[in-house]
C-alpha cells in the first residue's frame, strides 16, 4: 500500500564510544531533498547516511538532526590547520587596509573560529561510530518508514472513500441523460401540438432527427466511461506500494478533464448541480494525492 511522504521517525542507541540519537522527519516534496545537521566530528559518516536514506525513500523533505555524545575524549586529539588560519589572517589584513580599522585578532579570537582546530578520533574509533552510526540509523529509518505506512494506509482509506463518493455522482449524471431526452422530446411534442395548424407536414421521423440530433449534443457516454476508467486505475495503484504520486496526479489531471467536458455539455440543472459536486471531490482527491510518496 502506498505511504505518506509525511513521518517521523527516531531512534538512539549506546555503546562504549558513546550514546548515538538519530531524528528523521519529512513533509511533502515532489523530488527527494535531503537536509542534514550532524557533528563535524562525524561529517566523514554524511554520505553514508544519504546514500542509505535514498534506498529507502523516494520522494519528500527529509531533515535528519544526528545528535552524538561522546564518553571516550581519551582517544580524540585536536587538529591544527594553518592554511584556514593564514585565510582567516589575511582577511582581517585585508579588512583593516580597506576600511581603516585596527585589525585585534588575537590567538585567542583566531582559535575560536570554525575548523581552526577540529576534533579527530583514531581509526579504531571511527570503526566503533560507523557500526554504532548504522544501527541507529536503521534504527531511525525503520521507525520513520512505520510511521509513512501508517499515515499511508490513513490517506489510502480516505481516498478509496472520495472515488466511491466520485462514482455515485457519476451515477447520478448517467441516469440523469435519459431523462433529460425525454423531457425534451415531450417539450417538442407540446410545442408542435401548440401549433398544430402549422405543422401538419411534419412527420414522426422528422421529430425523431430532432430528439437524435439533441441527444447528440448533450452525450457524455465517452466521458463518462472514461472517467469511470480513471477512477478504477486510481483504485488499482492506491493498492501499490513505492512511487505512486506521480501516476496519481495525472489519473486525477484527467478526470478533472473528463468532469470540466461533462458540465459543458450540460443542459440540466440538476446534472450541473451533481458535476459541480463532482468536482469538488475531484479536486479533494487531488490534494490529498500530494501527500503520498
Known sequence: MANSMTGFGQCTKEE??????????????RFLDISVRMPRELSFLEMRLRDTIKKRIVRGKVDVFVIFEGNNDENISLKYNPNIARSYLEGAKEMEEAFGIKND??????????????????????????????????????????ARRSEGERLVKDLLQKTDELLSYVSGIEKREPEIIASYKEKIKQKLSDFSDITEGIDSSRLA?????????IC????????????????????????????LDFLSQEMNREANTILSKSVDVMTD?????MKT??????????NLE
Open 209 to 217: 432527427l430532432e430528439v437524435t440530433m439533441y441527444a447528440d449534443k
Open 16 to 29: 562504549t564510544i558513546g550514546r548515538l540519537t538519530i531524528e528523521i522527519k519529512s513533509v511533502n516534496q
Open 105 to 146: 585578532m588575537t590567538t585567542a579570537a583566531l582559535s575560536a573560529l570554525p575548523y581552526v582546530f577540529e576534533k579527530v578520533t583514531n581509526q579504531s574509533d571511527e570503526d566503533e561510530l560507523t557500526k554504532l552510526f548504522d544501527e541507529t540509523l536503521l534504527c531511525a529509518l525503520d521507525s520513520f518508514e512505520d
Open 281 to 290: 471531490v475531484i479536486e479533494k482527491i487531488r490534494e490529498q494525492i500530494q
Open 273 to 277: 448541480s451533481i458535476g459541480v459536486s
Open 220 to 247: 457524455v457516454d465517452e466521458e463518462i466511461v472514461r472517467l469511470k476508467s480513471h477512477v478504477k486505475e486510481t483504485r488499482s495503484v492506491l493498492q501499490n506500494q513505492g512511487e505512486v504520486g506521480r501516476r
